[in-house]
């Protein structure tokens, strides 16, 4: 439903979009996921058709975002990184303006239903000036939603709004996903991994990685850790750690030690019987996760 190919764009000689290719399809919730500048917005605004990029495609439903764009825009709706307001105009008349504009045959019936479903309704005649930060972020999620269509943009759907709404807009986004290709951005990567069928990581304008949640948590995860606090005796146990094959660096923190292992490798048996041997206990050894958070921030602060 959306396939993109080598997409370039630059800004003066800033490189904002850098090759980048992908596809989403129907039904499949994809998420574009990078942090501040890394080019999630660019490739947003080309996709649907707001400026053209200096190299390569893109197409929406078949139809290519430049050659085509009146038939590529009619097949998707776009919420923006801000949502543009007419402060003076009710949520009704809005999204009815917007129907019309997307030749809607019942523009005001058509707005009801979609409030409706952005659940929206008991404020259909509040001015939007009222309305508070997350409503209007429905509002902006029912206008790109007017015109029913199968593809779906959403330029980071939560930013700024609170925890109880931010649960609400993901809910929709995966009740979304149901019947409709959905395009969604964000710089969080729970929320990439929670809402998404697959993310595409994206930093300075390039693809760094992209597959399902749980292939890049595999792909990401590092090396492992062990934390271990050794007893029995007091000294040397550093240096025991550091002879076990497959250790690559032993960190004293509290009463034990932080010992990274090399990827793949398993050294806890290898662990117990070297500590015992040489008159210690084990008193603890447990796995320290790397949090999903700090694997991106990891290979983001590679690429630096
Ligand atoms: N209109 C513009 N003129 C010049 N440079 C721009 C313009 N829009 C974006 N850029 C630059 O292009 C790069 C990509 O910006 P973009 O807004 O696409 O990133 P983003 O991933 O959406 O970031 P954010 O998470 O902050 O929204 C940045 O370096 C940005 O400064
Ligand atoms: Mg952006």
Redesign the pocket.
């Known amino acids: 439903m959306i396939e993109v190919k080598h997409l370039t ?1 630059r ?2 000689t ?4 850098d090759n980048i290719s992908f596809k989403a399809g129907a039904g499949e919730i994809v998420g ?1 996921l ?12 080309i996709l649907t058709g707001f400026m053209p990029p200096n190299g390569g495609s893109a197409t929406i439903a078949g139809f290519d975002v430049m050659r085509n764009s009146v038939k590529a825009r009619g097949q998707v709706g776009y919420l923006p ?1 801000r949502v543009p307001v007419y402060p003076d105009m009710t949520v009704h008349g809005y999204v009815a303006f917007w129907a019309k504009l997307r030749g809607a045959p019942n523009p005001r019936a058509q707005a009801d239903q979609v409030l409706e479903r952005v659940q929206l309704s008991d404020r259909r005649n509040t001015l939007i000036r009222n309305l508070s930060k997350g409503m209007r972020q429905r509002l902006g999620l029912a206008q790109a939603l007017v015109h029913n269509p199968p593809v779906v943009i959403l ?2 759907p939560t930013i700024g709004i609170d925890p109880q709404q931010v649960i609400e807009v993901r809910d929709e986004v995966r009740k979304l996903g149901q019947d409709h290709t959905v395009l969604l ?1 964000t ?1 969080i990567l729970s929320e990439a991994e929670q809402v998404c069928d697959r993310v595409i990581i ?1 930093n ?2 390039h693809i760094v990685a992209q597959g399902k949640p749980a292939e890049l948590r595999r792909k990401l995860q590092p090396e492992m850790h062990l934390y271990v606090v050794l007893g029995g005796k007091r000294d040397g146990g550093e240096k025991l750690l550091r002879s076990i094959s497959g250790v690559e660096a032993v960190e004293a923190s509290g009463e034990g030690f932080n010992v990274r292992v090399k990827k793949g490798a398993d050294i806890r048996t290898e662990l117990i019987d070297k500590a015992l041997r040489a008159g210690y206990n084990i008193q603890e050894m447990r796995p320290v996760m790397m949090t999903l958070e700090n694997m991106f921030l990891d290979i983001i602060g590679r690429e630096a």
């Open positions: 764009k800004y003066g800033r490189l904002a979009v574009l990078g942090p501040n500048g890394a080019g999630k917005t660019t490739t947003m605004r990184e330029d980071e951005s710089h994206i300075k304008g």
